[in-house]
């Protein structure tokens, strides 16, 4: 399977109208450019992890209930799949695992993806098995174009209402 926009470590590459963007970039600075393309990419980022947070729920109980366990809240499930705008502006991304956050419980994450083995105690005792769902891949692939095809009309949106406040 070949892509030509593919770039190694699951990243792609997107080409936007650079001309209608560049044209629209020169009446702004630079901070207020970096604000603006960030803006854009968490935008069209987040169709992605809407989807998958969709496949997660309906494939997992109470994926979208918060817990708590010995007077510790836990947010829901769902909420533990992470978007990142890297800083320079130059992409974003959706993790399933996110180790800034401390008591997390995105690990399971990987599970419900992945699926596991059937597992047992030393003892003996069985802890069973997890079917493997894979809700990020599935998401991914549904809705990869309809993310990169809104990048360039969000980049333009955003670029058009830090402009209007500048004013």
Do not use: C
């Amino acid at each position: 399977m070949s892509n030509n926009r593919y770039t190694g470590r699951g990243l792609y590459r997107v080409e936007v109208d650079a001309t209608r963007v560049n044209e629209l970039l020169k009446r702004l600075n630079d901070k207020e450019a970096k604000r603006a393309i960030s803006s854009a990419l968490r935008k069209s980022i987040l169709i992605i992890r809407k989807q998958a947070q969709e496949n997660l729920v309906s494939a997992v109980t109470d994926a979208e209930f918060g817990s708590s366990k010995n007077g510790v809240s836990f947010k829901p499930l769902k909420n533990e799949i992470n978007i990142a705008v890297y800083r320079n502006a130059s992409g974003a991304r959706v993790d399933l695992i996110d180790r800034r956050k401390k008591g997390s419980r995105a690990y399971m994450l990987k599970w419900f993806e992945s699926g596991t083995k059937e597992r047992a105690t030393k003892k003996g005792a069985n802890r069973g098995i997890i079917n493997a769902s894979h809700f990020f891949s599935d998401a991914v692939r549904s809705k990869q174009k309809e993310a990169e095809n809104s990048l360039e009309k969000n980049i333009i949106d955003s670029i058009m209402k830090v402009a209007s406040k500048k004013k």
